[in-house]
């Protein structure tokens, strides 16, 4: 993969993303029809498993799995994203919970974390690998910064495997959400909404549920675990870094 077309896809995030920070963690849960905190906690659940010290959240956006990792244990816990809006607003609401000494907020690329091996005892990221050119090479860059034996997690959308329920879901994202999305949020929210549903159904034709798995195990995770949720709407992945 070139720089460039990394480069492309990161300005593509942030032209994105920066409009919506105030407004991002309301876009999530009508995007995910009110299933996102629901999936949080599952996502959480398996990265907090083995009771880490140090966790590195990566597209934290608005920092809200970073306060929930914080809230449900004693780990110092780093908020990392791209677009800097996304952590100013995260900021605030790290302040306004009372974790400023407990979350650490930094801006930078996934595909370049600029942390040292094995970093962190466990690593979550949220609707990452949607926007990078790279998936597996991103992946292979997560698994560098974990220690042997720790824990990752994921969360990502997912289109419903039954064909009723899929096509329910097509309708929704095609035409319920940039709706919804100009009606409650204007134009950013209409272009939000008008990009996810075919954004999700293009990535999982090029990268299927189980070349996602095989790409982990590829990038040096082992025991993963795939958990589809809300009807296959949200796909929740889990694992631990091999060697431990």
């Keep these: 993969m070139g720089r460039g077309r990394s480069e492309n896809a990161n300005s593509f995030a942030i032209d994105l993303f920066s409009p919506l920070a105030a407004r991002y963690d309301l876009l999530c849960e009508v995007l995910s029809m009110g299933q996102n905190r629901r999936w949080r906690r599952c996502m959480v659940d398996h990265a907090l498993a083995e009771r880490p010290a140090r966790v590195l959240d990566v597209a934290s956006g608005t920092a809200g799995v970073a306060i929930q990792l914080a809230r449900r244990s004693r780990a110092r816990v780093l908020a990392y994203d791209l677009t800097l809006s996304m952590l100013r607003h995260g900021g605030h609401r790290v302040e306004r919970a009372g974790l400023r000494g407990r979350i650490d907020l930094v801006e930078g690329r996934a595909e370049q974390l600029p942390f040292p091996d094995a970093s962190f005892d466990a690593l979550t990221f949220t609707y990452l690998l949607r926007y990078v050119e790279d998936p597996l090479g991103t992946l292979t860059e ?5 220690r042997p034996g720790g ?51 293009e990535h999982y034709r090029r990268y299927p549920v189980d070349w996602t798995v095989a790409a982990w195990e590829a990038a040096g995770f082992a025991d993963v675990g ?5 009807l296959g709407g949200g796909l929740v992945m889990w694992g631990r870094k091999a060697g431990g």
């Design 142 to 146: 997560l698994a560098r910064v974990v």
């Design 226 to 230: 795939v958990r589809r949720m809300s």
């Design 151 to 201: 824990s990752i997690a994921s969360l990502e959308f997912l289109a419903p495997p039954n064909p009723g329920w899929r096509l329910a879901w097509w309708c929704y994202t095609r035409v319920v959400l940039p709706v919804a999305g100009w009606l409650t949020g204007g134009r950013e929210w209409w272009r939000v909404g008008r990009f996810l549903g075919p954004n999700i159904t």
